[in-house]
């Protein structure tokens, strides 16, 4: 998660389009061992942002919400681990699935979706990444984590306002 010295980089996204090509970026630079917890409200767009992660780490497969299923697992650069907590009841289920043994595990990448159901045993490097719905539609996409906020994001960023002195 943050450290002291972290800071928050907002973007935003108006298309699927540009979640998917937020996510390739993120899956094209990802480094091995990364734990990616998503947070955000149902059908903000945390499988969306999923799919273009996967496609950042070359993977053909169909990405698809694992809700019913918890864990799903795909073979690109990386093996991408792709969990989702909704149904579960709580961390000790998480643990019974054997989900925790593949957080931060070698030559992986693990993405997390309802990430604060299971969010005490998420490791302390989890880069968190929060998801909110514009009233237009649009969503804002907010990163947290050392490797993913050094990424260089240029014209995803939403300008910072300036403050004006008189």
């Given at each position: 998660?943050?450290?002291?010295?972290?800071?928050?980089?907002?973007?935003?996204?108006?298309?699927?389009?540009?979640?998917?090509?937020?996510?390739?970026?993120?899956?094209?630079?990802?480094?091995?061992?990364?734990?990616?917890?998503?947070?955000?409200?149902?059908?903000?767009?945390?499988?969306?942002?999923?799919?273009?992660?996967?496609?950042?780490?070359?993977?053909?497969?169909?990405?698809?919400?694992?809700?019913?299923?918890?864990?799903?697992?795909?073979?690109?650069?990386?093996?991408?681990?792709?969990?989702?907590?909704?149904?579960?009841?709580?961390?000790?289920?998480?643990?019974?699935t054997g989900g925790e043994?593949?957080?931060?595990?070698?030559?992986?990448?693990?993405?997390?979706?309802?990430?604060?159901?299971?969010?005490?045993?998420?490791?302390?490097?989890?880069?968190?990444?929060?998801?909110?719905?514009?009233?237009?539609?649009?969503?804002?996409?907010?990163?947290e984590g050392d490797w993913?906020?050094?990424?260089?994001?240029g014209h995803f960023t939403?300008?910072?306002?300036?403050?004006?002195?008189?």
């Amino acid at each position: 998660m943050l450290d002291g010295g972290a800071s928050l980089i907002v973007l935003s996204s108006a298309h699927v389009r540009r979640t998917l090509a937020i996510g390739r970026k993120i899956g094209a630079a990802a480094p091995e061992r990364a734990v990616i917890a998503f947070r955000g409200d149902l059908g903000a767009g945390k499988t969306t942002l999923s799919k273009g992660i996967a496609q950042g780490l070359g993977i053909k497969e169909a990405i698809i919400s694992p809700t019913y299923t918890i864990i799903s697992e795909y073979d690109g650069r990386l093996h991408l681990v792709h969990i989702d907590a909704y149904r579960l009841a709580d961390e000790e289920e998480f643990f019974q699935t054997g989900g925790e043994e593949l957080l931060g595990a070698p030559g992986t990448l693990s993405l997390i979706e309802w990430s604060e159901r299971i969010a005490h045993i998420l490791p302390p490097e989890s880069q968190i990444i929060t998801i909110t719905v514009e009233e237009n539609g649009a969503r804002l996409i907010m990163l947290e984590g050392d490797w993913i906020e050094a990424l260089r994001w240029g014209h995803f960023t939403i300008p910072a306002c300036k403050e004006t002195s008189s």
